[in-house]
């Protein structure tokens, strides 16, 4: 049973300019990219659709989102008090309001228990509804370190490469690791400049988990631990938020990516009024906010690939919220071609994946349709009316 979309006016995920004309879908992918009126009429068993010149784009991609938290004011502490079942349950739901916003691939960077693990198998199996989730599952720290709260405690080379291992063995598709502190999670002993897992241990890491094929995904905020990351040979810089010119250069030679999770940053910075987060991570979300903005710059200026992550779940940050971080992707400099990108091919290309973030012949067929115009206005994405995965339709106007 084929899918075919006729007079869409289409965005290929890389193009400066959309097109306009049908797309066929067959077999869980796009078939072929056609003028108007030039794809096969619609058999018997086929679905047709109409979009009389909607726009029609890739699947979008949310980069560095966390299924298991609320998005409250203290989402660790809600699964400390909620336990596994509870959580499962919630992170389940979490994943189909990702779907239903026109998210069709996550990135789940943390998770208790490896629970995103789970719910990536369920969405594979058809047992429940949701995007397809790319999960690293717990994540390799230091003793002590960030994510403590999920994290793999591993000291030396050796103990690091057995995390990675260990990870992989339960299905982790990514590893995260963290490379300094952060701005939520302990509210002592925690500072945003700490280099946590040295320079050798990250060496050690990145070179394990790329021998079994998997990326790397490092939270990393202060300068020192940025710096390592990037010599490391880590795939993807998590916020990023203090860099400099010489790591700026390495991530432009090296083609590190930047994930830099802004709105997060943001809503906790302004928690101060909302009482939206911890005081503790108010305080410290403050710094972080204008030298998260200069980062960005200075990242776009160097010609880094800068792609969408919302940290969903994190404090203030409820499921999904990839519109809101694409608008502060924009406010910080970013044209909304390239936060359109951030959000679909330049993702696709973080994540290793060439068959989603695009439509042409051969990409998987996640596609979603909106009535505005996101080359005006990246808000055009609210108005989303139909989201198809892997050819079947999710949802539409009937």
């Not at 202060?222 to 010489?246: K, M, P, Q, Y």
């Not at 940053?265 to 928690?271: C, F, K």
Request: aromatic share 4%; with cysteine.
């Amino acid at each position: 049973m084929a899918l075919i979309l006729r007079n869409a006016t289409y965005w290929d995920g890389d193009s400066s300019n959309p097109g306009y004309g049908d797309v066929t879908c067959d077999g869980g992918v796009i078939t072929g990219v056609h003028e108007p009126g030039r794809a096969d009429r619609a058999g018997d068993d086929d679905v047709e659709m109409d979009l009389d010149g909607s726009f029609l784009l890739p699947g979008l991609i949310d980069a560095h989102v966390h299924l298991v938290w609320s998005g409250g004011a203290d989402p660790a502490a809600v699964v400390e008090q909620e336990g596994e079942q509870l959580t499962v349950l919630r992170a389940g739901d979490h994943a189909r309001a990702h779907l239903d916003a026109g998210i069709t691939t996550i990135r789940d960077l943390g998770s208790n228990w490896d629970v995103a693990i789970s719910v990536a198998r369920a969405i594979d199996r058809g047992a429940i509804e949701g995007p397809t989730v790319i999960a690293s599952g717990r994540t390799v720290i230091m003793t002590g370190g960030h994510d403590g709260f999920w994290g793999v405690a591993s000291d030396g080379a050796d103990a690091v490469v057995r995390a990675v291992r260990g990870q992989v063995l339960r299905g982790a598709g990514v590893i995260k690791t963290a490379a300094t502190g952060g701005v939520y999670g302990r509210a002592e002993g925690e500072e945003v400049d700490d280099s946590e897992l040295t320079f050798e241990e990250l060496s050690a890491l990145a070179h394990e988990a790329h021998r079994r094929g998997r990326k790397v995904a490092a939270h990393a905020l202060g300068t020192e631990g940025i710096r390592n990351a990037v010599r490391a040979g880590i795939d993807t810089i998590e916020h990023g938020v203090f860099l400099t010119e010489d790591i700026i250069a390495e991530m432009a030679r090296r083609r590190t990516v930047l994930c830099p999770t802004t709105e997060t940053y943001y809503r906790i910075a302004e928690s101060a009024t909302t009482g939206n987060a911890p005081a503790y991570a108010v305080h410290k979300a403050g710094r972080v906010v204008e030298g998260q903005r200069v980062s960005v710059q200075m990242a776009l200026d160097a010609g880094i690939p800068v792609i969408a992550g919302t940290d969903a779940g994190a404090p203030g940050m409820p499921h999904p919220t990839l519109v809101d971080e694409l608008e502060r992707l924009v406010e910080y400099g970013l044209t909304t071609h390239q936060a359109l990108r951030g959000a679909t091919s330049l993702a696709a290309d973080a994540l290793g994946n060439d068959r989603i973030g695009r439509i042409r012949p051969g990409a998987r067929a996640d596609l979603v349709m909106v009535d505005g115009d996101p080359f005006t206005s990246v808000d055009a994405l609210r108005d989303l009316w139909g989201v198809v995965r892997a050819e079947r339709v999710v949802r539409s106007r009937t």
